[in-house]
């Protein structure tokens, strides 16, 4: 099988993969003449493809073989499709073609589970370290890493990549237990443990002036809404920990979608991806907004309403804390405001030191007016007393109907 024909079945089976975003990493630059390529220190992955997410990495499996049969997989073990594998040196060259053509900007590197998690590890990172070492590559790489591997490998792995990510794929152990027997959570999270104090360490020696420090800067993960019968709620639970004990840069959610020669347990239908809209939105809020889960979902209500966005649904499950007077709220109770970010509330915060703020003020802030008006007091408006209690309220925030189609 020529390079090309490789190419074509280990992109296409890399695109399943959501956790590929490079914002957050450090800078390597290369226009000082020396070696080759340079990385954006913030988010290079701007572009995606409708099915296969980033554009802009090289984004590709060592090999689609594998040992492990997760049935939500189309590289597993009992799946019929048709198997490649790429040497490290065939990768390395791949990369450097396509940078130096100015078609990517770095480099996603996975791999299915071949021989042993060890030798899996070895092969990814063989790739990382010719590219770093031998060609003074200074794109971004991202590698994929296997809990079951040895720490040592996967430290070396972080040494040389920008970007390190294991997938936990679902949030209980109990549906990994069914959807993808081999994994196990405890084992991932172990792995994350290790990872998170390497990375604290390195950030560590970083702020101790250590400049010439390689090492990845973050780890993330993905995991699969929709594949089995977890709620939001387990989601979200599942998400806080990670950014809180296992200090994750980013947790993707990826709405399942069914794929070719599906496992007989798996849903036929593709999971919404207005779902996985709403988790990430829940998820900038924990993360940006001050908001608990607890706040967002409830055990009475353990998934998002798909018609409201999370910070709306909670703003008018909280009525009698609005209309808030933009002259005194507090950052914090600001930020609760729907239709207000947080660069927004930052702005506004300094405004409101030296002139009032009206409407008009909001409105060149391109705020959503509309939104925003029922839950501020500005200085030229005051939402009528009546208009929070209202069930009208809900309405105006409501999807207007649709006409159904009919299909024949
Ligand atoms: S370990 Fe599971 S998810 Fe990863 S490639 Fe193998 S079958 Fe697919």
Known sequence: MNLQEKLAILADAAKYDASCASSGANRRDSRNSKGVGSAGGAGICHSYAPDGRCISLLKVLLTNRCLYDCHYCINRRSSNVRRAAFTPAEVV????????????????????????????????????RSLREEHDFRGYIHLKTIPEASPEIIEEAARHADRISINLELPKQESLDRLAPEKNLARTKEAMGRIRLRLDDAADRRRGGDRKLRHATGQSTQVIVGADASTDADFLARSEELYGSYRLRRVYYSAFSPIPEPSAILPVKPAPLLREHRLYQSDWLMRFYGFDRREILTPEQPNLDLHLDPKLAWALRNRHRFPLDLRTASREDLLRVPGLGPRNVDRLLSIRRFAPIRLADLARLRVSLPKVRPFLITADHRPPATELDSDRLLARFAPKPEQLELFC
């Open 93 to 128: 060259k791949l990369t450097l073609d396509f940078y130096k053509r100015n078609y990517i900007e770095g480099l996603f590197l996975s791999s299915g589970i071949i021989r042993s998690a060890d030798h899996t590890m070895e092969q990814l990172v063989a790739v990382a």
